[in-house]
């Protein structure tokens, strides 16, 4: 059974500090992993994909990276912001059609 | 592109009504899926569409759920005898591909269903 663990489950940080947020997945035969932000009481905003054979990906302040090997992935936030405040998810997919969300960090970014 | 939408944004309702949410995808995706979403959890899948041909349903979807997508365009989720354990927002999400890719998934904004 695919699980999708994400670590810490919430993280609070005054502004201007670069932060990691880790996602673990128990099966490493995934086709890609996404990272999504949601806003409280909305639906998911994608940040960034990667595909099974890339190793990383980059987006503007965010990075995200992908470790098959050891079932992890990173997304690196630079320079936090209050407005990167949110919840931040990622899915492993192991198909067009099957995809596995973790619970997700609740991230506060104090100004 | 107006993006992913839904309706309606909310839905009380009592226990053992039925109910229907629509969702209108992104004009040229394929590919439709409905989540659902409690509270502190990442949404978890339901039913998969690709165009008008419903391809792959969770067990979570008991027989009171059913999905349509007429034509390969809308969406419909219907709950029957709606229970208070379907309290939760109904999440839906579409993305365009062929074979085995995995593409991107683009959200609608939900649909937060409370059961009385």
């Known amino acids: ?111 | 592109d107006t993006g992913v939408s839904q309706d309606p944004r909310h839905k009380i309702t009592k226990r053992g009504q039925n109910v229907t949410f629509r969702c209108d995808p992104i004009s040229e995706h394929n590919r439709l899926y409905w989540y659902r979403q409690t509270l502190g959890q990442g949404p978890e899948f339901l039913t998969y569409f690709q165009n008008e041909a419903q391809l792959e349903k969770s067990r979570l979807l008991s027989d009171r759920f059913s999905a349509e997508r007429p034509k390969g365009s809308f969406s419909t989720l219907e709950i029957q005898r709606t229970e208070q354990g379907d309290s939760a927002m109904y999440l839906c999400a579409s993305s365009f591909g062929s074979g085995g890719a995995v593409d991107t998934q683009y959200f609608g904004p939900g649909t937060r269903l409370t059961v009385l």
């Open chain 1, 1 to 111: 059974k695919q699980e999708v663990t994400q670590i810490p489950a919430a993280l609070s940080v005054p502004e201007g500090e670069n932060l990691v947020l880790n996602c673990s997945f128990t099966d490493s035969a995934i086709y890609n992993l996404q990272w999504f932000r949601q806003d409280p009481g909305k639906g998911l905003t994608s940040l960034l994909l990667i595909q099974s054979s890339q190793r990383e990906q980059t987006s503007g302040r965010l990075n995200a990276s992908l470790d098959k090997s050891s079932g992890r992935s990173t997304l690196y936030i630079a320079a936090s912001q209050p407005g990167d405040s949110a919840t931040y998810l990622c899915a492993a997919a192991y198909n067009f059609n099957k995809f596995y969300f973790g619970s997700g960090t609740k991230l506060n970014v104090k100004p």
